[in-house]
């Protein structure tokens, strides 16, 4: 079965410290990737996406992400993080022909001042 | 706010009851999508449409679970006889689908269950 893994559970950094977290995924097949950010108290809103082409893609904020086929990994990093970042982050792939997607358990990212 | 949104958005029971929560998702999209999230997890896929077909269910959507998506537009998910392990954030999502492509998944809030 496809899956998606994110081992970072919990992050704490300081502002202005550099950002990467991880996500893997498991599946042979055509994928697209997305990373999708949930602030406090707000829904699920999108942050980038893969669907083909260039494997740097840039988000909104200042996110960007790197499909790297081979690693089978999509990470996610910002070079400059803000308290403003301090969310939940949720890695996913579009999998069963494009029909639903399959998420990480996510990554608590608490940015301090 | 054009976007999806979810009724209601918290919803207290009692074990055995009955509930129903409603989606209506962006009035151009063609799929809509339930998910459910529990603390400490991602999003779980329920089941989804297309217009008003429900296309797949997921092993996680047991016979007490029942969606409908009447007229192709707004959709209910409805809990019969729920359990505490129902407790649960239902999340309804909708996107736009055309043979041969792909787009984007857009959220809705939520409805937070909780089952006592």
């Known amino acids: 079965a496809q899956s998606v893994s994110q081992h970072n559970h919990h992050v704490i950094l300081s502002e202005a410290a550099s950002l990467e977290l991880g996500c893997n995924y498991s599946y042979g097949g055509t994928v697209n990737l997305f990373w999708y950010v949930q602030y406090p108290g707000q829904h699920l809103q999108l942050l980038l996406k893969?669907?083909?082409?260039?494997?740097l893609v840039k988000g909104i904020k200042g996110f960007e992400a790197e499909f790297i086929k081979s690693k089978f990994s999509f990470n996610l990093r910002k070079p400059s993080v803000q308290w403003s970042d301090t969310a939940e982050y949720f890695c996913a792939a579009l999998t069963g022909g494009g029909n639903k997607l399959t998420f990480g358990t996510g990554t608590q990212l608490k940015v301090e001042l | 706010d054009t976007g999806v949104s979810q009724d209601p958005r918290h919803k207290i029971t009692k074990r055995g009851q009955n509930v129903t929560f409603r989606c209506d998702p962006i009035?151009?999209?063609?799929?809509l999508y339930w998910y459910r999230q529990t603390l400490g997890q991602g999003p779980e896929f329920l089941t989804y449409?297309?217009?008003?077909?429900?296309?797949?269910k997921s092993r996680l959507l047991s016979d007490r679970f029942s969606a409908e998506r009447p007229k192709g537009s707004f959709s209910t998910l409805e809990i019969q006889r729920t359990e505490q392990g129902d407790s649960a954030m239902y999340l309804c999502a909708s996107s736009f689908s055309l043979a041969g492509g792909t787009w984007e998944q857009y959220f809705g809030p939520g409805t937070r269950l909780t089952v006592t």
């Open positions: 009035s151009e999209h063609n799929r």
């Open positions: 893969y669907f083909s082409g260039d494997p």
């Open positions: 449409f297309q217009n008003e077909a429900q296309l797949e």
